[in-house]
């Protein structure tokens, strides 16, 4: 399981103003992004995400949006894949609107 949040797979209330105990938010999507990603492609695809994300261990704001609205809101023209930029951008901004 991939902890995005959480330390040790926990919610972190930490993680919600944008760091946690151990390693700031955009490192963590970061690393979620490289264990997402096929070696080489450089993207993180729709179904890449939606399959793992019931794993990501996210917090229960992300959860109820659901793999498939969040993907959309990293994804505004619909390509069906994101880069690791907008990747970590968009999950950094999500994170601020739902109360970091």
Same mark, same amino acid.
Not at 23 to 44: A, C, D, E, M, W
């Given at each position: 399981m991939v902890s995005v949040y959480g330390v040790g797979g926990s919610y972190a209330p930490q993680a919600m103003t944008g760091a946690s105990a151990r390693q700031p938010l955009s490192q963590k999507y +970061? $690393? /979620? =992004? $490289? &264990? #997402? @990603? @096929?070696?080489? $492609?450089? /993207? /993180?695809?729709? $179904? &890449? =995400?939606? &399959?793992? =994300?019931?794993? #990501? +261990?996210?917090?229960?704001s992300f959860q109820s949006l659901g793999a498939n609205a969040i993907f959309s809101s990293l994804d505004p023209n619909n390509t069906g894949s994101v880069s690791r930029q907008a990747f970590i951008q968009g999950l950094s901004q999500l994170s601020s609107k739902l109360g970091g």
């Amino acid at each position: 399981m991939v902890s995005v949040y959480g330390v040790g797979g926990s919610y972190a209330p930490q993680a919600m103003t944008g760091a946690s105990a151990r390693q700031p938010l955009s490192q963590k999507y +970061n $690393s /979620v =992004f $490289s &264990q #997402l @990603t @096929t070696p080489g $492609s450089g /993207v /993180v695809t729709r $179904s &890449q =995400f939606t &399959q793992a =994300f019931s794993g #990501l +261990n996210a917090p229960a704001s992300f959860q109820s949006l659901g793999a498939n609205a969040i993907f959309s809101s990293l994804d505004p023209n619909n390509t069906g894949s994101v880069s690791r930029q907008a990747f970590i951008q968009g999950l950094s901004q999500l994170s601020s609107k739902l109360g970091g």
